[in-house]
């Protein structure tokens, strides 16, 4: 059984940083892409940055330049560094990734439980 942990959520004050991580655990092959989504109540989930097995990442606009997202393929982690944080940036955060179980298998999409940053102005 996969399980991804998400830890380090929590409160901060506008202009603050916090840094998420999000441990896979289990039977793991391999791990391929890694992402960072957000939900804020009422809102649709979106993706915020993902980075692959390679080390590419990506970025949506509104966090460029004040998100990083790392990995620590030895670990099976994966990272997001938040600076500059927002009050808009106050959401649920998923980590999500997709992991192949042994090497006859297809890789398939895992989920954390989230994690809640909250951002005071």
């Known amino acids: 059984q996969v399980q991804l942990v998400e830890s380090g959520g929590g409160l901060v004050q506008a202009g603050g940083s916090l840094t998420l991580s999000c441990a896979a655990s289990?039977?793991?092959?391999?791990?391929?892409?890694m992402r960072w989504y957000r939900q804020a109540p009422g809102k649709q989930r979106e993706l915020v940055a993902g980075i692959t097995s390679s080390g590419t990442t990506n970025y949506v606009d509104s966090v460029i330049g004040r998100f990083t997202i790392s990995r620590d393929n030895a670990k099976n982690t994966v990272y997001l560094q938040m600076i500059s944080l927002k009050p808009e940036d106050a959401a649920v955060y998923y980590c999500?990734?997709?992991?192949?179980?042994?090497?006859?298998?297809?890789?398939?999409?895992?989920w954390g439980q989230g994690t809640q940053v909250t951002v005071s102005s």
């Open positions: 289990g039977w793991i092959f391999r791990i391929d892409a």
């Open positions: 999500n990734a997709e992991i192949q179980i042994t090497r006859f298998d297809i890789s398939q999409d895992y």
